[in-house]
């Protein structure tokens, strides 16, 4: 029997894959595309997982997923004599709060103003209290704790809505009216700037896929978008121009980095298009545009399918073809929207739209966020919010939806239970001990570790759909899981320390699934190997 288990396990595929990758909503627009497209699931339902209300903010800011926090700004007041305002981190899986910390502030508004994110990413908070009229470094604060690390070499015009995007290896790219720079993340220095001009004083941000950045800029007829080179700072080409004179949206990509979409509006129907261009790598050519509702500060929604959601004149929001720009299916009139229109959009695994009106006027009541399948049929939800602006939704974590207004900061998410590994002994005769180093959660990776010593080989874990109701004798100990099983058997060598990392994937209909595993391990005390049975850990898979 021995032998038999020996021979499986050289056979078997091991269970090496690492966990899904942490999804953060670094940005605004979710990531480097700006097209808030999300690999987690969101939730269906309007019930909250927490809302903290301890710091009403006078205007909501747009919150930011990193590993288990959700960070944005809460202004009190505008600043003054005082800075009014404070960046706060919240525990994502409980709304405490973790850390709070305020930009340095010298007291004269005219030459700072409000604190503000563009972004978050590898361990690292990138603020300022620059805007369009106050030229101010960007300053870095530790993620995980809101400490100062770094002032950047540049200043910039750079303000929220402008945002900035992060390369692969922690760089980032900011793009204010006058400039585009790429800072090295590690210490704030400058790899590159180029001048550019963009045809208003904000909402001048980049979008990146691989090497590729893409911003717009005023040209002659209008408006064109252009491609710069991540790694030098070179400007490639740029598209054919798309007439108008002013507009306030940025660049968003299509999921593959291959098409570039730019709502180009300025409330005139005569101009107010989205435009959708190609780019081959050597030029952009033009594959559609259509009338779309007069935006700013736009963070479109772009599916894993390529569709677009977008609204059309009449305050329509649609679905389009990724192909043709048609319409492939409408919600229908949203309301309330008002006269002025700054969305904000998610997307989530399933096609799952999330949409802000972006409600900044009066009646402060008027906040909306609408969720809808990707077929835009009845809303799943609708939220009621406090004027809730710029305050997302966004969408990270194990698909945990952030939305922030006046009020609070509240998060929703998929029910579920909580993850666990609960130890079984059968009789207790078997001699290894096997312990829980991380639970089962989804999105992540169960950890686990089988004791070793001087003798062993290696180790393993078996992983089955069921427990045994009655153990079986097996090499002097029990046999605690039913085999055979659908799970491959998974080894490590004694390099290892006797620990296994099995990753757990984010379906929804994971939640709450019950599987049961048991450790081994392989001795060599002689010329024939013994295995050794340890424990099981049943495991309930969830948050």
Not at 54 to 65: N, R
Not at 279 to 287: A, C, K, L, P, Y
Not at 498 to 508: K, N
């Amino acid at each position: 029997m021995l032998r038999t288990l020996l021979t499986l396990l050289a056979a078997s595929t091991l269970l090496t894959a690492p966990a899904p990758a942490q999804s953060d909503w670094t940005n605004y627009g979710g990531g480097p595309g700006r097209n808030g497209l999300t690999d987690r699931f969101g939730p269906t339902s309007s019930s909250e997982l927490w809302s903290n209300g301890a710091d009403f903010s006078v205007i909501a800011w747009h919150p930011f997923l990193w590993q288990e926090l959700v960070i944005t700004v809460r202004e009190a007041g505008f600043p003054g004599a005082q800075a009014n305002d404070a960046i706060v981190a919240y525990h994502r899986e409980t709304g405490l709060e973790v850390w709070r910390t305020t930009l340095p502030y010298g007291g004269d508004s005219g030459a700072e103003w409000i604190a503000w994110i563009g972004g978050v990413a590898d361990g690292r908070v990138i603020a300022s209290r620059s805007d369009n009229g106050r030229k101010l470094p960007l300053q870095a604060l530790d993620a995980s704790t809101g400490a100062p690390l770094w002032t950047s070499q540049i200043a910039t015009f750079a303000w929220a809505h402008d945002g900035l995007v992060f390369l692969d290896d922690g760089d980032f790219i900011v793009g204010d009216r006058e400039s585009l720079t790429r800072v090295d993340g590690s210490d704030g220095t400058t790899v590159w700037s180029i001048a550019r001009s963009c045809s208003v004083s904000g909402n001048c941000g980049a979008a990146r896929f691989a090497d590729a950045v893409y911003i717009d800029e005023a040209a002659p007829g209008g408006q064109v978008l252009t491609r710069v080179d991540a790694n030098t700072g070179a400007r490639l080409y740029s598209s054919p121009a798309m007439p108008g004179f002013t507009c306030q949206n940025q660049p968003f990509l299509s999921p593959d980095g291959q098409v570039v979409y730019y709502a180009r509006s300025q409330n005139n129907p005569t101009t107010d298009f989205l435009y959708a261009f190609h780019d081959d790598g050597t030029q952009f050519t033009e594959v559609w545009n259509r009338p779309i509702r007069w935006t700013t500060r736009h963070e479109h929604g772009v599916a894993a399918d390529g569709s677009i959601y977008t609204f059309l004149p009449g305050d329509e929001f649609v679905r389009l073809d990724p192909a043709t720009g048609n319409v492939l299916n409408t919600a229908g009139i949203l309301a309330p929207i008002g006269t002025n229109l700054s969305p904000q959009t998610a997307v989530d695994a399933a096609g799952r739209v999330y949409v802000s009106n972006g409600w900044a006027s009066s009646p402060a009541s008027d906040g909306r966020v609408w969720a809808f399948g990707p077929d835009l049929g009845a809303p799943l939800f609708t939220l009621f919010l406090d004027r809730q602006n710029a305050g997302g939704p966004a969408i990270g974590g194990q698909g945990e939806l952030v939305i922030a207004d006046r009020s609070a900061v509240r998060v929703l998410r998929l029910p579920g239970p909580q993850a666990s590994a609960t130890p079984r002994f059968g009789s207790g005769v078997n001699p290894v001990a096997f312990d829980a180093v991380n639970p089962p959660e989804v999105y992540g990776e169960f950890e686990a570790q089988v004791a070793v010593d001087a003798s062993t080989a290696l180790t393993v874990v078996l992983v089955s759909i069921a427990p045994l109701a009655v153990p079986i004798p097996f090499e002097g100990g029990e046999l605690l899981v039913a085999l055979p099983s659908p799970f491959p058997i998974q080894s490590e060598p004694l390099s290892s320390g006797g620990l296994h990392a099995l990753a757990i994937p984010g379906d929804p209909a994971l939640l709450g699934a019950f599987l049961t595993s048991q450790g081994a391990r392989v001795q060599l005390n002689g010329p024939v190997p013994s295995l050794q049975l340890g424990n099981a850990l049943d495991l309930i898979l969830g948050f």
